[in-house]
C-alpha cells in the first residue's frame, strides 16, 4: 500500500509485507502496478550526452539513457568502463563535464537539492557514519532526508526487520562485515521511500539468502511503481532480475534495451564478453606453473 510522506512525492513502501524467500523469476513476476507496460511509462531518468574526464582519462564518452517508471534496470560492464562515474553524476555527487541528467523530471544538476529528494543512492565507495550504530545510522538518514522521529522509528523497524539487521541494530557499523555494511547503506536509501534508486554493486558482499531477501524487496518496490537503476557484474542476476540493461565500454553505451534483445539468442554474458571485446588467453603466464619452492 502506497505510504504518503509530507514532503516527498508518496511511492509505495518498499519494505512493507516482505517475508522471506527466493526472488521471483521476472517471468514469474506479478503483474506490475497499473495498466502499462514498462516501455509506456513515463521516463524517470534521462541522461543526454554526458561526458565526464579525469586528466587525461576518458571514463564516460557522450552516454545517453532513458530510464521508465516501474523499470528494474541493469548497468553492466568491464572494470573500468564507466559505470561508477555515470551513477555518481545521476545522482549528483561528481558534477559532469557536458551533459544533462533529469530525474522525475528535475535537472539534477541546476535543481539538486529537490531531484535528490526522490533519489534513494547506494554508492559504491560506501562513507557510512560508521561511529553510529547501525539504528542511529538509519534514524538519522531519515531525519535528513526530512522525515519525522515517528516516521522514521517505524521505518528502522520494518527495515532492520527486512534486511535481518535487527540484532546488529544497536551495535556500531564500524564493526559490521562487508554484507552487513552493504545492507545497512541499502536501507538506509530506502528510508525515504524515494521514486528513483540508484544502487552500485548493492549485491556484493552480500550472502545469497540476504541477496534474495533484498531481491525480493526491490521487486516489490518496482512492482508499485518504483524504478532501479544497478551496476553488477553478477550477469545472471542481472538477466534473472532486470527488464533492461545497458552495456557500457570504454565510457560508452554499445547496447542497452530489454535484457531479451540485448541478449539476442544468447545470454548475456555471451553478448558482454562479445561486446566487451572478448576474452584474453592467459599467455605469457608460464612462470607461474614454475613454483617459488
Ligand atoms: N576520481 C578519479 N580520478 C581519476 N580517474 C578516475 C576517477 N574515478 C574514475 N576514474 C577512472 O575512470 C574510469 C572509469 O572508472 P569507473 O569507476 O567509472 O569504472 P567502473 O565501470 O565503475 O569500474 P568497476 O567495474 O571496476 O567498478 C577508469 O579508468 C578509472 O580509473
Redesign the pocket.
Given at each position: 500500500m502506497p505510504r504518503p510522506l509530507d514532503n516527498v512525492e508518496p511511492v509505495p513502501s518498499a519494505v512493507e509485507g516482505v517475508e522471506a524467500g527466493a526472488p521471483v523469476d521476472r517471468a514469474e513476476s506479478p503483474a506490475r502496478a497499473g495498466d502499462t507496460e514498462p516501455d509506456e511509462s513515463p521516463v524517470v531518468l534521462s541522461i543526454r550526452n554526458l561526458s565526464r574526464s579525469?586528466g587525461d582519462?576518458v571514463?564516460v564518452n557522450g552516454i545517453d539513457l532513458d530510464v521508465r517508471r516501474g523499470s528494474f534496470y541493469g548497468i553492466v560492464?568491464p572494470?573500468?568502463?564507466?559505470?561508477?562515474?555515470t551513477l555518481s553524476m545521476v545522482t549528483g555527487l561528481l558534477r559532469p563535464d557536458s551533459g544533462t541528467i533529469s530525474v522525475n523530471g528535475l535537472d539534477v544538476w541546476k535543481d539538486p537539492a529537490k531531484a535528490k529528494k526522490t533519489i534513494g543512492v547506494l554508492p559504491?565507495r560506501l562513507r557510512l557514519f560508521d561511529r553510529l550504530t547501525g539504528a542511529q545510522l538509519l534514524y538519522y538518514s531519515g531525519v535528513l532526508r526530512g522525515l519525522d522521529g515517528r516516521t522514521v522509528r517505524a521505518r528502522v523497524k520494518d527495515l532492520a526487520s527486512a534486511f535481518g539487521l535487527e540484532d546488529a541494530l544497536n551495535r556500531l557499523v564500524a564493526d559490521y562485515s562487508a554484507g552487513m555494511t552493504k545492507k545497512v547503506a541499502l536501507a538506509s536509501a530506502l528510508i525515504h521511500s524515494p521514486r528513483l534508486l540508484v544502487l552500485d554493486e548493492p549485491f556484493e558482499s552480500v550472502d545469497p539468502v540476504s541477496a534474495a531477501n533484498v531481491i525480493e524487496i526491490l521487486q516489490d518496490y518496482v512492482a508499485n511503481g518504483g524504478t532501479v537503476v544497478l551496476s553488477s557484474?553478477g550477469m545472471d542476476l542481472i538477466q534473472r532480475v532486470c527488464d533492461h540493461v545497458a552495456i557500457i565500454v570504454n565510457g560508452e553505451v554499445l547496447d542497452a534495451g530489454a535484457v531479451d534483445d540485448v541478449r539476442r539468442d544468447g545470454t548475456l554474458e555471451e553478448r558482454f564478453v562479445e561486446l566487451a571485446g572478448g576474452r584474453k588467453a592467459a599467455e605469457g603466464m608460464e612462470w607461474l606453473h614454475s613454483f617459488s619452492d
Open positions: 579525469f582519462t571514463a560492464g572494470n573500468g568502463a564507466g559505470k561508477t562515474t559504491d557484474h
